[in-house]
């Protein structure tokens, strides 16, 4: 199936004509020739969003006629959500069931910045005299680079889309150039629309150069990323070059946090859902599980027996609970990161190896891992490693359990389980991450702002904050007695 970029309201190939083979993760299957943009694509998909801001429609269109456009997405998204969830699972390896959320949630997604986008009216505001009057008004930031990863390909783009257009920017979205597919599915419905050309461009193509040049451009006002650390330091010294907005969504080491107090068979149940979803690759998985010692040994004993008993497989088969990991190269890393942990003095448990069932060698699965009697200061423990690996340490008292969960680079969320109020009240406080959950794990939605405290990233996606991160703010001052001041020149 061969694929085409769209940009300027037409479906364009690369202007080299360099294409990029797309695999399904779980049998190495090719499913899609994808055009391999390069510097001179991602400049002209830079000059149609320019043209479309400056000399377009789109910014200056009653903001409630932009929403209904955002929000018809949405309905449209909905109505062929079944499709696209096959695809996201064909691109990404995840189960279907796992892509049909998805799916949910991107059309919602798009219908809540879709009605949004006419209630951020301004704001008037006390001025220094009675004879003057002083309002603050919201404007789109202008033109916009988005650049999102591959574990959640289509609703990662979501996020970020979905509340530029309600702003009324423009936008070049480059989604990682590993899972194109959705993207390219969403931007066929949304030419069924009446965006203005130039309002939504499509890039394909690897990261440097074409993320790179986006990130660089004076033209754009705005660089809104999500995906690794190291990447996104990269994007905020490229974005110095004319102080554009940078927003950054990166990654995170997670602690789910055990008190003995705490519902164990919900806990333990949590400790599950909060890692396995798409085989562990997820920003928030809570890979970091800290339990207090009375419960040590029973957690352990509970999660080897479930985790042995998670169905790894297709995730279009009946019954599959788990994919495989996104590519080999990250099934590399993984690998890696279990050699490490052992060198490091983890015990592991269960998993460490992929599976031996002769129908999935030509996928890249990784069974669930488990490692026991880990400590603060191993790599396993602090640093991302993005697969169906939980690490497990043992704490004595609160005071430890926050000091081990707050030293991390990260900072996106965490989760604790406890009956003690005071306690919920101490931890909440004490816990350094955008998102923290009591009693649950791994909870984000709409209305709900998502982001990063430390290196995890800079603002805030969804939510109220997630629509102002693509405007400006204008304070527009106004006298209606202008007086002489006679300061200047008196003699
Ligand atoms: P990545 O950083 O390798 O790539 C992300 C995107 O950046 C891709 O589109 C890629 O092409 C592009 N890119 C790569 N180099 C670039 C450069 N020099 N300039 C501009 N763009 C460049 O990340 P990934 O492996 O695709 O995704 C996994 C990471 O994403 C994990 O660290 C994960 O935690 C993070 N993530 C964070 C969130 C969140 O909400 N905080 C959500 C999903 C994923």
Known sequence: ?????????????????????????????????VPEADREDARLAIAAAREAFDNGPWPHLPASQRGELVYKLGVLIEENAEELARLESLDTGKTVEESRWDMADIAGIFKYYGGLADKMGGEVIDAPTETATSVVVREPVGVCGQISPWNYPLLQA???MA??????????????????????????????????????NLLLGPGDPVGAELSESPLVDLISFTGGIATGKKIMCAASGNVKKVALELGGKNPNIIFADADFDVALDYVLNGVFFHAGQICSAGARVMVERPLHDRLVAELRKRMAAIKVGDGFAEGTEMGPLISQAHRDKVERYVVIAQEEGAKLVLGGKRPDDPALQNGFFYLPTLFDQCENDMRIVQEEVFGPVITIETFDT???????ANSTIYGLSAGFWTGDQARIKRMTRGLRFGT???????VYFTQAPWGGYKQSGLGRELGMSGLEEYTEQKHIYHN???????WFGRS
């Open 158 to 160: 979501a996020w970020k």
């Open 436 to 442: 923290v959950w009591v009693n649950d794990f791994n």
């Open 398 to 404: 609160e005071e430890e359990a926050l000091e081990r």
């Open 163 to 200: 509340p530029a257009l309600a702003a009324g920017c423009t936008l070049i979205m480059k989604p990682s150039e590993i899972t194109p597919m959705t993207a390219i599915r969403v931007t066929e419905l949304a030419e069924s629309l009446d965006f203005p050309p130039g309002v939504i």
């Open 480 to 486: 209606h007695q202008p007086q002489p001041l006679h």
């Open 1 to 33: 199936m061969k694929q085409r970029m769209y940009i300027n309201g037409a479906w364009v190939e690369a202007q080299a004509k360099a294409t990029r083979a797309i695999f399904n993760p779980a049998n190495g299957a090719t499913i899609a020739e």
